[in-house]
């Protein structure tokens, strides 16, 4: 069983689209968020493998995919750091 009441913080989830194994679970997954009212958004990085954001590993990293996560990350933190200093 996955310890989702515990979560009490959004979250933000970056899967590769050729990931097959890691990505089997994202529906199972999603749902338990949502049973559980847990904010999330899950953004799929299609054409990318497993660890495309690690800029040591040239078979797998994606410049484009790894920086629109990295962008879209810190514009979550903007967002949440921002509400919290209203």
């Known amino acids: 069983m996955l310890p989702m009441p515990k979560i009490k913080a959004s979250l933000m989830l970056h899967y590769a689209g ?4 890691i990505n089997a679970g994202i529906p199972a997954y999603e ?3 949502k049973d559980n009212k847990i904010n ?4 799929i990085y ?11 590993s040239p078979t797998r990293y994606n410049e484009a995919a790894a920086k629109l996560a ?3 990350t810190i514009d979550l ?8 200093t209203r």
């Open 18 to 21: 050729l990931d097959e194994r």
């Open 31 to 33: 749902q338990a968020l």
């Open 40 to 43: 999330y958004k899950i953004y």
């Open 46 to 56: 299609d054409g990318v493998n497993h660890a495309f954001n690690n800029n040591t």
């Open 70 to 72: 990295w962008n879209r």
């Open 77 to 84: 933190f903007k967002h949440k750091l921002a509400v919290l």
